[in-house]
């Protein structure tokens, strides 16, 4: 690794794969290695805004949990406001509420209502894009807001899952792809 200006394929290099975890046959793509590299993690954000710009987005949305740490450090560069997309019941105040199919069963996300102003601006990013059934989920409660949807961003995409298939219409983006 070059140390000033790290490689997409060091940020690759930096998550661990963990075979059967959560469970039998899942392969959990690890990024707390890279959090823990300062210069990394850095590289990574800067990537992750791509072309955008202090002044083009108005916030960066977030999904729970793994996807805060990137979107929070991108709203940073990026000068605009956080809003976090939350598992259901973590929210405190009146939220929009979004449900998805998992392999057995279903999960809930929410916003609160008053999260964005119609007609913003945002950039939605998460760790990882696999079956697209979450970032499905978020962008459609960021239309609930109004929102206006500039990109769909991931650090990693497993493309085999063909997550993008739940996000036709919107600009997706991923930086390290499997
Ligand atoms: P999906 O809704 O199937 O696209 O799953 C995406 C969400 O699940 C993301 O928020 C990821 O953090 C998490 N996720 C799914 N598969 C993995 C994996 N293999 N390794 C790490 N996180 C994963």
Redesign the pocket.
């Given at each position: 690794m070059s140390n000033l200006n790290p490689s997409i394929s060091d940020l690759q290099q930096a998550v661990r794969n963990v075979p059967d975890f959560p469970k039998p046959g899942?392969?959990?793509?690890?990024?707390t290695p890279l959090l823990a590299n300062g210069r990394l993690f850095a590289k990574c954000i800067d990537q992750l805004c791509g072309d955008f710009k202090p002044g083009d987005v108005d916030a960066v949305v977030g999904?729970?949990?793994?996807?805060f740490i990137f979107a929070a450090a991108a709203a940073l560069k990026l000068q605009c406001g956080f809003v976090p997309v939350r598992k259901q019941g973590k929210l405190p105040f009146t939220t929009y509420e979004e449900s998805?199919d998992?392999e057995y069963g279903s999960?809930t996300i929410a916003i609160h209502t008053d999260s964005i102003r119609h007609g913003s601006r945002v950039l939605l990013i998460?760790?990882?894009?696999?079956?697209?059934?979450?970032?499905?989920a978020a962008a459609e409660l960021l239309k609930k807001v109004g929102a206006n949807i500039l990109e769909i961003t991931f650090f990693?995409e497993?493309s085999f899952?063909n997550?993008r298939e739940?996000l036709q219409g919107f600009p997706v983006r991923s930086l390290v792809v499997y």
């Amino acid at each position: 690794m070059s140390n000033l200006n790290p490689s997409i394929s060091d940020l690759q290099q930096a998550v661990r794969n963990v075979p059967d975890f959560p469970k039998p046959g899942i392969q959990f793509k690890d990024i707390t290695p890279l959090l823990a590299n300062g210069r990394l993690f850095a590289k990574c954000i800067d990537q992750l805004c791509g072309d955008f710009k202090p002044g083009d987005v108005d916030a960066v949305v977030g999904i729970d949990a793994r996807g805060f740490i990137f979107a929070a450090a991108a709203a940073l560069k990026l000068q605009c406001g956080f809003v976090p997309v939350r598992k259901q019941g973590k929210l405190p105040f009146t939220t929009y509420e979004e449900s998805y199919d998992l392999e057995y069963g279903s999960n809930t996300i929410a916003i609160h209502t008053d999260s964005i102003r119609h007609g913003s601006r945002v950039l939605l990013i998460d760790d990882l894009l696999a079956t697209g059934g979450t970032a499905g989920a978020a962008a459609e409660l960021l239309k609930k807001v109004g929102a206006n949807i500039l990109e769909i961003t991931f650090f990693i995409e497993l493309s085999f899952l063909n997550g993008r298939e739940k996000l036709q219409g919107f600009p997706v983006r991923s930086l390290v792809v499997y």
